[in-house]
Nanobody, 122 residues
């Protein structure tokens, strides 16, 4: 059974940093990708960033480029999302998601984590 567990959310002031972690289990091999999504109140869930576990290829949406960094520690089955220069508009519940490849849209996700709240105060 595939399981994704996020951690690292919290409350931070604008300009601050947080690091989210996603521990993945239940996969056979490394032919999968982890993507981070977020959902703010009243808005649709949107893809933010993703990484292919077997090739390390990454993507970021324009809104977070230069501020967020995704990385993976395959020995620990963990994907990180380092978030710097946070803005109030980054406030959302952040989810990690698994699929055979990096995906930006929720309908292509096979497995979801439970989510972690990120709140950025102005």
């Amino acid at each position: 059974e595939v399981k994704l567990v996020e951690s690292g959310g919290g409350l931070v002031q604008a300009g601050g940093s947080l690091r989210l972690s996603c521990v993945a289990s239940g996969f056979t091999g490394d032919r999968y990708a982890i993507s981070w999504f977020r959902q703010a109140p009243g808005k649709e869930r949107e893809g933010v960033s993703g990484i292919g576990i077997w090739d390390g290829r990454t993507y970021y949406i324009d809104a977070v480029k230069g501020r967020f960094t995704i990385s993976s520690d395959n020995a620990k089955n963990t994907v990180y999302l380092q978030m710097d220069s946070l803005k109030p508009e980054d406030t959302a519940v952040y989810y990690c998601a698994a699929a055979p490849k990096v995906v930006r849209f929720a309908e292509y996700v096979d497995h979801w984590g439970q989510g972690t709240q990120v709140t950025v105060s102005s």
